[in-house]
């Protein structure tokens, strides 16, 4: 018979064969009083204390096996929940740091200094967008 600390250190499939192991054990001890071939009474309590270690062992595992998964899969998808809304704080953020009136400046000062250095600023403008082209001769 193992202590209780070894009875935690098994693995779930030996900790199953010791169940059935001491089950048997101990089917065979109440059938052995009961036909007056063993003499041993006091065993079948001890059998039965043994088992009852075992299988408390094998119903935590079961019992916080459940709930770490559980806990596991509802911590997973908080997490998930709360990544999302903090990119998403993080976008607005970055969007209203982000100064959008700087770049239109650039843009208008470049419009500005092409069109001191060009005449002809309004045929290159319908060009770019592509609705005239010159005609090629």
Excluded: C, W
């Excluded at 202590?3 to 098994?10: D, G, N, P, V, Y």
């Excluded at 009961?34 to 039965?48: A, C, E, G, V």
């Excluded at 069109?115 to 309004?122: E, T, W």
């Amino acid at each position: 018979m193992l202590t209780f600390s070894e009875i935690a250190q098994l693995s779930d499939r030996d900790l199953h064969e010791e169940v059935t192991r001491t089950r048997d054990t101990l089917f065979r001890q109440k059938m052995g009083v009961r036909t007056n071939h063993l003499k041993d009474l006091h065993l079948i309590k001890i059998l039965k204390k043994y088992l009852a270690q075992l299988l408390t062992e094998a119903a935590r595992r079961t019992k916080f096996g459940d709930k770490v998964e559980k806990t596991s899969d509802a911590v997973g998808k908080k997490a998930k929940e709360f990544s999302a809304e903090i990119e998403k704080k993080q976008t607005t953020k970055k969007e209203k740091a982000a100064p959008k009136k700087a770049e239109k400046p650039e843009v208008v000062e470049a419009e500005k200094i092409e069109a001191k250095s060009s005449k002809d600023v309004k045929v290159k403008k319908v060009e770019a967008k592509g609705l005239f082209k010159k005609s090629e001769k």
